[in-house]
T-cell receptor, first 115, second 109 residues
């Protein structure tokens, strides 16, 4: 099976712009989670979608949003970009709704640079 | 609140030496604990989870609820073990993981 695919791999944006990142989970996986990774804060949970519904949300401002489509593909959007949004954004998928049943599989990430 | 603490940013050992990567957690319920590993230029991947009670690549980790710890151990380190190791915690619901800051393991020859 193909792994979790994230596009694009790299993005450079200017402050104030918005950006959309895409994640294609492993075939058959219904849960998609997003994480932000920075040198200062490490890996932080953004949100999780399961069967097109947001189930969990981390402590990020409303500028960060996401959605999941019927084919389980997911997108996350960041509006009004700030310099501090520069990070590696990781997507992870799982076949089940709980980590008790199945672990997460991570993509390679999208490296976002805000100038 | 859920919290995971990995006190060491960097652990450097010689090949063949024992390894112990420390992880302490804070969670009021019944957590599930994981160790994820990221080798150079590779994606983050699961190493092991406490409910499986497995030994993966010679690594083991035991959940100690009294000490709220989930330390990762290997009796004899290999150079290919050099990587970033993350301890992570999940609650009873959903796939939200709380990660520790990570520990870089360097195995010297």
């Amino acid at each position: 099976k193909a792994g979790v695919t994230q596009t694009p791999r790299y993005l450079i944006k200017t402050r104030g712009q918005q950006v959309t990142l895409s994640c294609s989970p492993i075939s058959g996986h219904r849960s998609v989670s997003w994480y932000q990774q920075t040198p200062g804060q490490g890996l932080q949970f953004l949100f999780e979608y399961f069967s097109e519904t947001q189930r969990n949300k981390g402590n990020f401002p409303g500028r960060f949003s996401g959605r999941q489509f019927s084919n389980s593909r997911s997108e996350m959007n960041v509006s009004t970009l700030e310099l501090g949004d520069s990070a590696l954004y990781l997507c992870a998928s799982s076949p089940s709704g709980s980590s008790y049943n199945s672990p997460l599989h991570f993509g390679n990430g999208t490296r976002l640079t805000v100038t | 609140a859920q919290r995971v603490t990995q006190p060491e940013k960097l652990l450097s050992v010689f090949k063949g030496a024992p390894v112990e990567l420390k992880c302490n957690y804070s969670y009021s319920g019944s957590p599930e604990l994981f160790w994820y590993v990221q080798y150079s230029r590779q994606r983050l991947q699961l190493l092991l989870r406490h409910i499986s009670r497995e030994s993966i690549k010679g690594f083991t980790a035991d959940l100690n609820k009294g000490e709220t710890s989930f330390h990762l151990k290997k009796p004899f380190a290999q150079e290919e073990d050099s990587a970033m190791y993350y301890c992570a915690l999940s609650g009873e619901y959903g796939n939200k993981l709380v990660f520790g800051a990570g520990t870089i393991l360097r195995v010297k020859s």
